[in-house]
């Protein structure tokens, strides 16, 4: 039996009396006409209204709560057949379920019902609850949705997505208007998509009912969430059959690959169900053969659609005969054609064999659309390949002469200043195209449709205007000249006229020009739509099928260019013209902005290097980065010795020298295998998120004393030491490094090192700051340490303890360095007992011109003499300071 819930004995009368007093809010509900126009009619033809929950839904406490917001009785029933049948009330029914007997009962019997989701919606939007009979509600996840359909020719799919659509309070349109918010397409292309695309509709996959669905007990998921649109939005070429025809073999390979990540399929020849056949026009000459319903079109068609995420309308794309399009620019067609007719094509192949006989004979008209070197060569007067583009040729200028005209009766000067006419203007040309074509439309897109950000834009594109003004006001002098020309023009004023221009424009663009090319090398790689628009570009006549890489080099090679042709100009202009003076002015100009150019390519590529060594070093001090300070060379070594305040033995170490400083690291043990970037540092990137260096000592270059050779040997490879005082030190130390990588030249190293050395002392003389030295004299042995891990060095420190000890502590280093590096004792004290060690503990270092008569060979006694008591350190000395005099002598 049927229970009343809110109130176990409820008559009718007592309700009405209720609704008559106004204790019970009369909701007004709403229903939607055919179409799914929401209606404002009120329904109050009933009585009164009540909730009735069917099945399961009974036992849910929290929906009960819920349903008691609207103050209506709420009754419980196993079917609602019988409350169904009752025309004196209107019933809303909650149900859990969508499907069965129950619902279907119902759904037949035209009452209204809803799912607890929309209940419960309802409720938390603080709205009336619906009495559409005909739409069962579950939820409001397509509230406000308005949706076509295009391309379903299966009738079961179209059965099994709109009761969802109404499930979700979403409607249904049966042809595109301003009402429809969404448009669900089983293919790409049609009259709606198109419509679609033009008017920004989105244009969805039959997923996103399907998905939306499956998240219908979400209370707070919409169907219009942006993200999930994104999800599911229909990717360009879904259900499309294309074949490509003429392009190069990875080109095509390329092509395929992104026309099956974008939901296309790859058609081959003679398949009956190809959709579209894409076709590069710059090799095929002739329409290819293909079906009536098959659209012919252009490459640019393919890309500018994986650049807007969606099909373009075909018939702006479509091919045109290249050859039909060169004799007759103008000749569009407009509409989508069939395959030409017989007659058409003899026609064609006549004006292509036609052609073809003109090309052989060089003829430059044919040339425009051709990007080979060997053809735009063509556009050059003199025939030089020198800055020669392929870009279309324009008129050079007003009322001047075009390049191409006959030459007959020209001298040769007038000549070259052809040549440099016409390669200015392919230059501008070029530079203007990167201007308008890539920078002015990336930088007025739509916010929500950019592909690159500001930052991106600024680093491709931000140094190229510059350049662009001085040259188009050069070019403007250039056909002033050449529409008043006489041999006696002046050519090289006009170089010297924009060279402060010049010299401010250019620097800053190849300076940088590395760092922009990667910037938008990673953008092409990492933005699949902005390498659409790349390949979109490309495609056009204006960019004469080369990439914008490529045209951003000409910027880079067109001063030289410049050079060059001035140079010939000055060859054929006799000493008494007075633009010979001139001439070699501007020479003079080009070379000194060219060197000041490089010099300061040379000083930025070493700033940049040196805030990358700056931002991989851990605790590396601020002030290593200074304006006046380079990178000049690194080397990684192992630390043979353990001096106080450097490192332990065995560490792996790197040393970074610069211009004036030798920066001194530990290379962390993550870091060990890590990447090596272009300039020879060391980059963890990829591999951990910390820096790869250690900061251990930053040494001064005037702090380093002598720099130590070791002569190699079986057992002793690649070893060098350096005797370094420190300014807050009174003592030498003595440092000893093996390097670690076999390939690495210590000789090279080493002499670079001394050079730099005599540089920041202001002397001629770098070998005076080095010193050669038997292994025997230092008892070094490095055999173990080939391999340069601390694993291996700690071995070696095992298994040869007093001997390393000795080799590798300046502490204990044997008595012929200490005679060496110490011809001077203090005259105070004796003490005949002291060991080798302590002895060279309390002596004072006074030159090292022992060192070098050591490094030279000079033979010493086997069992050289003690020194005289009187002349040996008291143990007041032991602090091993040196003496006034001593410090004198160094």
Request: charged share 25%.
């Amino acid at each position: 039996m049927d229970v009343i819930t809110n109130n176990p004995v409820v008559k009718m009368d007592e309700v009405n009396n209720v609704r008559q007093n106004n204790l019970i809010p009369q909701y007004s509900t709403c229903s939607f006409d055919s179409n799914g126009d929401e209606q404002s009619k009120c329904d109050n033809a009933s009585p009164y209204q009540r909730i009735c929950f069917i099945g399961d839904v009974a036992f849910d406490n929290d929906l009960r709560t819920v349903a008691e917001h609207y103050n209506l009785p709420i009754i419980t029933s196993e079917t609602g057949r019988d409350f169904a049948q009752d025309n004196n009330c209107s019933t809303i029914f909650v149900i859990d379920k969508f499907q069965g007997t129950t619902f279907s009962n119902l759904y037949k019997a035209k009452q209204p019902i809803l799912g607890p989701p929309a209940l419960k919606q309802l409720v938390m939007r603080n709205e009336p609850l619906p009495n559409n009979k005909t739409r069962p509600l579950y939820n409001l996840a397509m509230s406000g949705v308005v949706v076509c359909f295009t391309g379903f020719r299966n009738k079961d799919d179209l059965a099994k997505l709109v009761p969802l659509i109404h499930h979700m309070g979403g409607s249904i349109r049966k042809e595109m208007s301003a009402k429809v918010t969404h448009l669900i397409a089983y293919t790409c292309g049609g009259q709606k998509y198109h419509y679609a695309a033009t008017f920004k509709v989105p244009v969805l996959n039959q997923s996103w009912v399907l998905d939306a669905w499956e998240e219908r007990y979400d209370l707070d998921f919409s169907a219009t969430n942006d993200n999930f649109l994104y999800q599911h939005k229909l990717k360009p070429f879904q259900g499309a059959h294309i074949r490509f025809e003429g392009f190069p073999e990875d080109e095509e390979e390329h092509m395929r690959e992104v026309l099956i990540s974008n939901g296309g399929t790859v058609s081959e020849s003679n398949d009956p169900n190809c959709t579209h056949v894409v076709v590069d026009e710059s090799s095929v000459g002739e329409k290819p053969d293909a079906n009536v319903k098959t659209w012919v079109v252009k490459a640019e068609w393919f890309w500018m659609s994986v650049q807007k995420q969606i099909t373009q309308c075909e018939k702006d794309y479509l091919f045109d005969d290249y050859i039909e399009q060169v004799l007759s620019p103008n000749g569009r067609r407009d509409s989508h054609q069939a395959t030409p007719s017989s007659a058409s094509r003899r026609k064609r192949k006549r004006i292509h064999e036609t052609i073809q006989s003109l090309v052989n004979q060089h003829s430059p008209t044919l040339h425009k659309r051709r990007s080979s070197v060997s053809d735009a060569g063509l556009l050059s007067v003199s025939g030089s390949f020198l800055d020669c583009t392929a870009s279309p040729d324009k008129a050079l200028l007003d009322g001047a002469e075009v390049a191409d005209t006959p030459r007959k009766g020209k001298t040769a000067r007038h000549q070259v200043f052809l040549e440099l006419l016409q390669t200015e203007s392919n230059y501008v040309s070029i530079l203007e195209t990167i201007m308008t074509m890539f920078k002015k439309h990336l930088e007025e897109m739509p916010e929500e449709e950019a592909l690159l950000n500001n930052t991106e834009l600024n680093l491709i594109f931000g140094k190229i205007p510059p350049i662009y003004d001085v040259h188009v006001k050069m070019l403007g002098e250039l056909k002033k000249t050449a529409a008043q020309w006489t041999e006696d023009r002046c050519i090289g004023s006009i170089i010297v006229k924009y060279a402060n221009e010049l010299l401010k424009a250019y620097p800053p663009f190849i300076n940088y020009f590395e760092e922009m090319k990667e910037v938008l090398i990673r953008c092409d790689q990492n933005k699949p739509r902005f390498h659409a628009f790349l390949k979109a570009c490309q495609t056009r006549p204006e960019c004469g099928r080369q990439s914008l890489t490529e045209l951003m080099i000409r910027p880079v090679q067109r001063l030289g260019s410049v050079s060059l042709l001035l140079n010939d100009i000055l060859k054929n202009t006799p000493k008494t013209n007075p633009d010979n003076a001139a001439l070699d002015q501007a020479q003079e100009v080009l070379k000194e902005i060219m060197t000041h150019i490089n010099e300061d390519k040379r000083k930025t590529e070493g700033q940049v290097t040196l805030f990358n060594i700056f931002n991989e070093i851990d605790n590396c001090p601020p002030d290593m980065v200074s304006s006046h300070r380079i990178f000049i060379a690194k080397s990684e070594v192992i630390q043979l010795n353990s001096p106080d305040v450097l490192s332990s033995k065995g560490n792996n170490l790197v040393l970074f020298l610069f211009s004036d400083q030798l920066e001194v690291c530990k290379k962390k043990s993550k870091a060990f295998n890590s990447l090596k970037s272009p300039t020879g540092v060391s980059t963890s990137q990829g591999k951990t998120n910390c820096k790869p260096y250690k900061h251990i000592r930053m040494m001064a270059l005037n702090t380093i004393k002598k720099v130590i050779d070791i002569k190699e040997t079986e057992d002793c490879q690649k070893v060098f030491s350096l005797v370094c005082r420190h300014n807050d030190e009174v003592k030498e130390r003595l440092y000893c490094f093996a390097m670690a990588d076999e390939d690495a030249d210590k000789a090279d190293f080493l002499k670079t090192l001394t050079k730099q050395m005599a540089t920041n002392s202001c002397t001629a003389d770098a070998d005076k700051f080095m010193a050669y030295l038997e292994p025997q004299q230092l008892e070094i042995d490095t055999s173990d340490l080939s391999n340069g891990t601390l694993s291996k060095a700690i071995k070696f420190a095992s298994r040869t303890k007093m001997k390393v000890g000795r080799a590798f502590s300046f502490n204990k280093t044997p008595s012929k360095l200490k005679r060496a590096v110490s011809s001077m004792m203090s005259p105070f004290g004796s003490s005949t007992n002291l060991t080798p060690a302590n002895q060279l503990a309390q002596m004072k270092l006074a030159s090292y011109s022992n060192i070098n008569e050591i490094g030279n060979g000079e033979n010493e006694p086997e069992n050289p003499p003690q020194a005289p008591l009187s002349v040996q350190p008291t143990r007041k000395m032991k602090s091993s300071s040196l003496s006034v005099n001593a410090m004198k002598r160094l």
